[in-house]
């Protein structure tokens, strides 16, 4: 459709410029003596527009000639930055294939360009920046520390260009892989206070504190990456637990700022059985044994984990036993069933010398769920009230019974 209007359109134009070549009957005399020159206007008009397209296409012929060296540089240059790109684009798939060696060879290629000393970037610096990084992560995997020397210089020589947070990225990345924390700290803290905040980086702080143990940073960071997204809550949980464990071991020999510190912790935190436990044995082997009662007093109260008993009546000896006393009795109302709260009444009143109330309350634990610490509680109470015939009947029944548990454990491995 488009030919046939510029078809009719030209037509059109032909005919009225013959119709209008034929209205004019003018002329156009030369006259150079001894000669003379006379054409018409119409011809006249023709020979005026041939030579000016004559002129143009000259002019154009000379122009592209002064221009070709700069066109054959140019067309030099896209060809190698075709070449280039094709390279890296090898070299980046190659590396996810796990042909590390390959990869080199192809980024080697790639990464080809010169940079110059003011920082500015040849035409193949993006070729060359993705295929050096491919390369330097190629030669770690490959645990070749030569040519990662070489292709960290060469991508700190890309910084100028934009490369500086992918090339730290890198760097830090490897350095967390090899355990280096020291090279991981150095590159992390190269970054700018604005980069430091992005999510990625974030993680890489988490896994470097993780492994460096800066557990109060740990702990920071596992809250900022929940915060915003970066871990999920089922994440986050055991990175804060891990931290928690870190910070009550370092804290231990100082009961002081460890009180302090639990006391900093968010509540939701402290209602975890697992660092209830931790800072229940922390307190005991700090000798702190009030403070530890007092903790699984309170966590008892708003929940009821009965596993923490066994510190509540057996890590911590002779700090306020009748108390323990009265404040187990008082959860005895509301879990009568409880075998692990039965025992620990029975060792609470073993440590007082009530013999009798820890003889019934061992018998009860038993009754409610038998197990080897009952016997062997009730052998001991028996040892000491000179009962020498019931101890060793609790005796061999705690050797049946550990017996048993160890058949039972072996027979689970074996299958």
Known sequence: MRALFWLLSLAALAIGVALLGRLTDGYVLWVMPPWRAEISLNLFVLLQLATLVLIYFLLRLLVNALRLPAAVTDFRARRERLRAERSATEALRQFWEGRYSQALKSAALAAGEKVGADGTAGATTNAGGVATLTALKAAHALRDPARIAVWQKRAEALDGAGWRTARLMAEMRIALDARDWGAARAALDQFGAK????IAVLRLALRLAQGAGDWAELL???????????LLPEQAQPLRLHAYQGRFDALQDDPAQLLRF????????????????RAAAALAQAGRCAECARLIEDFLDARWESELLEHYAVSCRGSDVLGRIAQCEKWLHEHPQDAVLLLALGRLCMQQQLWGKAQSFLEAALAVAPGCAGHIELARLFDRLERTDEANRHYRAAANCQE????????????
């Open 195 to 198: 980069e430091k905040r992005q």
């Open 220 to 230: 920071r960071l596992a809250r900022l990456l929940e915060k915003h997204g970066g």
């Open 262 to 277: 639990l006391d900093e912790m968010p509540a939701a935190d402290r209602l975890d059985i697992r660092l209830a436990r």
């Open 404 to 415: 048993q548990a160890s058949q039972s454990r072996g027979g689970r491995k074996a299958v």
